[in-house]
């Protein structure tokens, strides 16, 4: 289908974020849920990139992605303007399931985040009690903190302390988790935060989802190149429940 962008601007250093209208099943989207873009023509990059939902705004039939520009197909989609045209699929693959009147943890890191905003909204809206720390590299890579900051309880960390606490976003889970008693986790980012994160949470009582990031090709389940723990992670995921997935 073809959508057009409303708006592109660079909300952090090479990190940018695009709105996208047009006609677009809204109504169904799951958080998590990925759209797969047309680079150019389609003939200089024969592969689609998958960019996370980040948003759905369904009064305004827009939806809003936030991408890192890492190579030539972000690149380009960085210097779309509004009133380009995009060609894309979507939306795709498994999100992340709801629920509702609980204590969440919301665990993101770096480009992990942007999927994870549509999530605190809907949790929030489904009367969920939301914790929610993200992780950057600096201040300069930080983006749409005070956006999650309506939805729950936010902690920030960077690596280097520019921008909220100092260190590891997983740092402090393990002694908080026995006072704020979560009952749901739910993560996206980096696989060493998610190895990190798996292995402090292993010890509690707790229901878990990630997302990952893998590389794809097809995007629909034909390919087989996504495969990930003998699933493929555009069909079956990109989340899967914590504890099926291996690191
Ligand atoms: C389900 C899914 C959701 C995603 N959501 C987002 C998102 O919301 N925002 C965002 O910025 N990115 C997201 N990504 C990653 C994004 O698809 C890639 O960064 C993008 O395809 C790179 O295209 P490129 O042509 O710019 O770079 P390429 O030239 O293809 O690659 C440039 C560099 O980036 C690395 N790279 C490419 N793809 C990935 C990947 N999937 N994971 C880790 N490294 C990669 C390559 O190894 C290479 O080093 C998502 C990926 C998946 C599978
Ligand atoms: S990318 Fe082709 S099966 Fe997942």
Redesign the pocket.
Known sequence: MLLHVSENKEVAKGIWEMHLSGDFPFENVQPGQ?IHILIGSGREHVLR????I?AIEAEKETLV????V??????WLAKRVEGDVLDVLGPL?TGFPLTTKQKILIVGGG?GV??LYELIKRLWQQGNEIYCLLGFRNSDDVFWVEKFKEYGTVTTYTDDGSFGEKGLVTQRIAEDFLEKNWSNVYACGPVPMLKELKGIVANFSVEGYFSL????ACGVGACYGCVCNNQR?CVEG?VFPMREVVL
Do not use: K, N, Q, Y
Request: hydrophobic share 40%.
């Open positions: 990925f990139r998958p960019i996370s980040a992605i936030v991408f890192r890492v190579g030539e197909g972000t690149d693959g480009i942007p999927p990031e893998e590389r794809m992670v990109p």
